[in-house]
């Protein structure tokens, strides 16, 4: 089997799924109980909470753990929103962002906000002088993902935080879940108030994740309850789920810092073998996320490519797993100005650290036959 759809959800490593399986067999107390047994659970779950920190590089106080990336991108936008909506009701964010973040915004609009949806180019990436230009005195929140999921194309966060940073009343939130591991990104003194992470992205397990709250940023809370993560996320903490994705968090870590090249090799080898490919259009821009590559093959329908894939135990998507069943076009190759016909053929690789290069070499074999064998068919 080859599995090249790592950005829609990724294999937990074996010993994420141990670490896992210990905890809940052997620290299944609550960590709110007084007695030992919670306590020992409270204490792996300070742990985890310090672990997850220094891997970030930023303070315990600073960590939240989530459900995932929906769960941190709606925490961060309303808890916001909500919050400080005395002080404006403007929001700022991006035409190709995760539908978490657009129903998030959307929503808001619902409530009397006001949401500016600046464009991308070509290429993906937005304007950061169009975005100073969008920046108002009610401005309170600025969210641009970091890694886009459907193309690769990197934003620059660096540059916009700049521009943020000594803005008073505008909070920067960055949706970092397909960048972590993957494309380095500093937190610490870096302009970013929110940051949100997700564990199935990285080898960890699903309804895993977490989310960074920069210290003296208030959020309005969307969970009341027994206070928990201080006051910002109450109900029983997944204590079990927690260190599972800490120890994701650190063994992505590991390879992204021993496998710098890696992933970057297997896309260009994917890219150069796919080159001769007849009508071949790469969505994905070279030097963006190195774990990404989108194209389309126009006059083919990518569900039928797919399923003939599929058929040879090889797995790819179209577009963001949260709008695959959505009919038609993507919606962010639409925003890139791609034609009709290329937004509706696109095709999305995504690699992790597990593939290999003779994957990617009979991957674009296998792809050649398809398109072969359906051209005979439509012939």
Same mark, same amino acid.
């Given at each position: 089997?080859?599995?090249?759809?790592?950005?829609?959800?990724?294999?937990?490593?074996?010993?994420?799924?141990?670490?896992?399986?210990?905890?809940?067999?052997?620290?299944?107390?609550?960590?709110?109980?007084?007695?030992?047994?919670?306590?020992?659970?409270?204490?792996?779950?300070?742990?985890?909470?310090?672990?997850?920190?220094?891997?970030?590089?930023?303070?315990?106080?600073?960590?939240?753990?989530?459900?995932?990336?929906?769960?941190?991108?709606?925490?961060?936008?309303?808890?916001?929103?909500?919050?400080?909506?005395?002080?404006?009701?403007?929001?700022?964010? !991006?035409? /190709?962002?995760?539908?978490?973040? +657009? @129903? *998030?915004?959307?929503?808001?609009?619902? =409530?009397?906000?006001? %949401?500016?949806?600046?464009?991308?180019?070509? !290429?993906? /990436?937005?304007?950061?002088?169009? +975005? @100073? *230009?969008?920046?108002?005195?009610?401005? =309170?929140?600025?969210? %641009?993902?970091?890694?886009?999921?459907?193309?690769?194309? /990197?934003?620059?966060?660096?540059?916009?935080?700049?521009?943020?940073?000594?803005?008073?009343?505008?909070?920067?939130?960055?949706?970092?879940?397909?960048?972590?591991?993957?494309?380095?990104?500093?937190?610490?003194?870096?302009?970013?108030?929110?940051?949100?992470?997700?564990?199935?992205?990285?080898?960890?397990?699903?309804?895993?994740?977490?989310?960074?709250?920069?210290?003296?940023?208030?959020?309005?809370?969307?969970?009341?309850?027994?206070?928990?993560?201080?006051?910002?996320?109450?109900?029983?903490?997944?204590?079990?789920?927690?260190?599972?994705?800490?120890?994701?968090?650190?063994?992505?870590?590991?390879?992204?810092?021993?496998?710098?090249?890696?992933?970057?090799?297997?896309?260009?080898?994917?890219?150069?073998?796919?080159?001769?490919?007849?009508?071949?259009?790469?969505?994905?821009?070279?030097?963006?996320?190195?774990?990404?590559?989108?194209?389309?093959?126009?006059?083919?329908?990518?569900?039928?490519?797919?399923?003939?894939?599929?058929?040879?135990?090889?797995?790819?998507?179209?577009?963001?797993?949260?709008?695959?069943?959505?009919?038609?076009?993507?919606?962010?190759?639409?925003?890139?100005?791609?034609?009709?016909?290329?937004?509706?053929?696109?095709?999305?690789?995504?690699?992790?650290?597990?593939?290999?290069?003779?994957?990617?070499?009979?991957?674009?074999?296998?792809?050649?036959?398809?398109?072969?064998?359906?051209?005979?068919?439509?012939?």
């Amino acid at each position: 089997m080859i599995y090249f759809d790592n950005s829609a959800t990724t294999r937990p490593y074996a010993n994420v799924l141990q670490s896992f399986q210990e905890v809940s067999q052997r620290y299944y107390g609550n960590p709110s109980s007084i007695h030992r047994f919670g306590f020992e659970a409270e204490k792996l779950l300070r742990k985890a909470h310090e672990q997850a920190a220094s891997i970030l590089n930023v303070e315990a106080s600073e960590v939240v753990f989530t459900s995932g990336g929906t769960e941190g991108n709606n925490m961060a936008i309303k808890g916001i929103a909500l919050a400080h909506q005395n002080k404006g009701k403007h929001i700022i964010t !991006t035409t /190709i962002e995760h539908p978490s973040v +657009l @129903e *998030a915004c959307k929503s808001l609009e619902e =409530i009397g906000f006001d %949401v500016t949806y600046l464009p991308v180019d070509k !290429t993906g /990436i937005v304007n950061v002088d169009e +975005l @100073e *230009a969008a920046l108002r005195d009610d401005t =309170i929140l600025v969210s %641009v993902m970091h890694v886009n999921n459907e193309v690769g194309s /990197i934003q620059p966060i660096e540059k916009i935080a700049k521009l943020i940073k000594h803005r008073k009343k505008t909070f920067f939130h960055v949706d970092h879940v397909q960048g972590f591991g993957k494309v380095p990104l500093t937190l610490i003194d870096s302009g970013i108030d929110l940051c949100t992470i997700s564990g199935h992205k990285i080898h960890g397990l699903k309804g895993t994740g977490l989310l960074y709250i920069r210290n003296s940023v208030h959020l309005f809370s969307l969970f009341d309850g027994g206070a928990q993560q201080n006051n910002y996320r109450s109900g029983t903490e997944n204590v079990a789920g927690i260190v599972s994705l800490v120890k994701a968090m650190r063994i992505i870590n590991e390879k992204q810092k021993n496998n710098k090249n890696y992933l970057n090799e297997l896309n260009k080898l994917m890219r150069k073998s796919l080159n001769d490919l007849p009508h071949i259009h790469f969505n994905t821009i070279e030097n963006q996320a190195p774990h990404i590559l989108n194209f389309s093959i126009p006059g083919y329908k990518p569900e039928v490519i797919i399923h003939a894939l599929g058929e040879r135990d090889i797995f790819i998507s179209t577009k963001s797993a949260c709008s695959s069943k959505k009919p038609d076009e993507s919606a962010v190759l639409r925003a890139m100005d791609m034609s009709t016909e290329i937004a509706k053929s696109g095709l999305r690789v995504s690699f992790s650290y597990e593939n290999t290069h003779e994957e990617v070499e009979l991957f674009c074999r296998s792809l050649r036959k398809v398109t072969k064998q359906l051209s005979l068919v439509m012939g």
